[in-house]
């Protein structure tokens, strides 16, 4: 059991070891904006565009979730525009960037992941680099950048729709006015808030891409390596969005 | 000239290969001969850095390619042309697209002369009007000449073929065969041609190396492999399947004329 323990912990120690020196080859191909450069807008659709229905969806239904819950929460003792502070600060905080993060660490970390594995295991990513190319250049610092710039922006608007929803859902089955809900909004408001989510979001979408892209190039072995490393990313990125959760709360939020 | 000297290397508990020594001249076309799974894609892998070896060495114009940093591997890759084994097309781009991709990395050709040239190597593996075609329309014959259209594209000093002739039909394994040898001819290149295939390998081949159990068996030009007495190398050519009794009993002994068996 002990030793299951090390050896898990030691090869966990091992794969942080081989992602660091990924990262570092990654940081490296900057500098070769002749390749990444032409590669970054169609990867910035492909990561964000596309992956804004999925994203809207979620929030929509959490703003209305979070508007009956806070109104179910609510006692006689406290107004019920707390409502309105309540959505706000849940969603800026922590609903909008992780439940976000939550569903793409599925749709593109396992885009990635299956993408870049599948050409890992044809052969594809041998080409490329006997035809002189870098990798890290051309498949992984397009993914890298356009998630990290693209997933602040994809749960920006996922803010505003679960707060626009918990809005819609505040005034029409409860009874609230929409001056009471913008007073609650306002409360406790304060634009750290949103930095605070945004500073969040940008750090997932940077591990998720790069997971992607580390478990999709070192893919081994056929399909089923294939499914393997799809599986994975999700799962450590998942993981890693959760430790990184809780690591911006210890490092910004306290006093 | 590609030189590899006791080249070893193993996937984990998978000894693969235990001391490969091989040169390859320059402008000579060497041939590499041996069964399936005998590491001859993994030797020629080394020669672009692909794979690392264990121990050994592989040396490209004198430089050990292990030994390279970034830069000088990218600058000697550039000067490789690699024909894998399976096409390796990215399937994500056009058969134009595809020829032109390591074109276009250099920088020095405008898009019009890439266009023609993308157009000439089509022409040469007779793929010529598939331009606009995505990899997955087409057949595994048909991938596998647009790999080498790929490779040759970039006129390059080196060229590996892993297979080139693998899966093709008689009348376009000769017309592949023929193209390597003009392509030699044209641009006096060095080849390495991996092949199963014996009638390809006396046509195209300088020289004829066989890998066996990690080893090179037998190393010579075409007609000393054609006369070879060595059971293992007789029973690869003539594609027999055991090793001939007579030729272990009598090692050395020159091999009975064909149609003499029972
Ligand atoms: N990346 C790899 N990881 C693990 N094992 C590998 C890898 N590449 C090759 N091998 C193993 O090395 C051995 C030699 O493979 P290789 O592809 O060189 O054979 P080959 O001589 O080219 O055979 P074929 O004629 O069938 O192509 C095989 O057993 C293969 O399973
Ligand atoms: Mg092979």
């Known amino acids: 059991m002990l030793a299951a323990l090390g050896r898990r912990s030691v090869g966990i120690t091992e794969l942080f070891g081989h992602l660091g020196h990924f990262v570092a080859d990654t940081l490296r191909a900057v500098p070769d904006v002749r390749t990444w450069g032409r590669q970054i807008f169609p990867m910035m659709r492909r990561i964000g565009v596309d992956s804004l229905p999925i994203a809207l969806f979620i929030a929509a239904f959490t703003g209305i979730v979070l508007a009956l819950l806070a109104s179910y929460t609510v006692t006689a003792a406290v107004p019920l525009y707390f409502v309105g502070a309540l959505v706000g600060k849940t969603t800026m905080l922590e609903l909008g960037p992780v439940l976000t993060g939550l569903a793409l660490a599925g749709r593109v970390g396992a885009n990635i992941a299956a993408e870049l594995g599948s050409m890992r295991v044809t052969e594809q990513v041998d080409a490329l680099e006997t035809l002189a190319y870098d990798p890290h250049a051309y498949l992984v610092l397009p993914r890298v950048m356009a998630g990290t710039l693209m997933f602040p922006i994809i749960v920006a608007f996922a803010m505003a729709t679960a707060i626009f929803m918990g809005w819609v859902a505040a005034t029409t089955l409860l009874p609230i006015t929409t001056a009471e809900f913008l007073r609650g909004l306002r409360l406790f408001y304060v634009p750290f808030d949103v930095t605070f989510g945004l500073i969040k979001s940008a750090s997932f979408g940077f591990v998720i891409t790069m997971i992607g892209c580390f478990l999709g190039l070192n893919t081994r072995g056929g399909a089923e390596g294939v499914g393997d490393a799809t599986t994975r990313t999700v799962v450590y990125s998942a993981e890693m969005i959760l430790v990184l959760d809780a690591y911006w709360a210890i490092t910004l939020l306290r006093p | 000239m590609i030189e590899f000297r006791g080249l070893e290397k193993a996937f984990g508990a998978k000894v693969v290969l235990r001391g490969v020594s091989l040169t390859v001249r320059d402008g000579e076309t060497m041939v590499i001969i041996g069964g399936s799974g005998t590491g001859k894609s993994v030797t020629i892998k080394h020669v672009v850095g692909l794979l690392e070896p264990d121990a050994g060495t592989v040396a490209v114009d004198g430089q050990v390619v292990s030994e390279l940093r970034r830069r000088e591997l990218t600058a000697l890759r550039a000067t490789v042309g690699y ?161 001939r009794a007579e030729d272990v009993a009598a090692p050395g002994a020159v091999p009975a004329a064909e149609g003499s068996q029972p």
């Open chain 2, 83 to 243: 024909v894998f084994q399976f096409a390796a097309l990215f399937d994500s781009m056009t058969i134009a697209d595809n020829v032109a991709f390591g074109l276009r990395r250099s920088g020095a050709m405008s898009e019009e002369q890439i266009r023609e040239r993308v157009t000439e190597s089509l022409r040469l593996v007779e793929m010529a009007g598939t331009e606009r075609t995505m990899p997955a329309e087409l057949s595994g014959g048909m991938r596998k000449r647009v790999g080498l259209a790929r490779a040759i594209a970039l006129r390059p000093k080196y060229l590996l073929y892993d297979e080139p002739t693998t899966g093709l039909d008689p009348v376009t394994s000769a017309v592949i065969d023929e193209l390597m040898i003009r392509t030699r001819e044209a641009l006096g290149v060095t080849s390495i041609v991996i092949t199963h295939d014996m009638r390809s390998a006396y046509r195209v081949g300088d020289r004829i190396a066989m890998l066996y159990e990690g080893r090179i068996r037998q190393e010579g030009t075409v007609a000393e492999i054609q006369q070879s007495t060595d059971p293992i190398v007789r029973q690869f050519i003539e594609g027999r399947p055991s090793v």
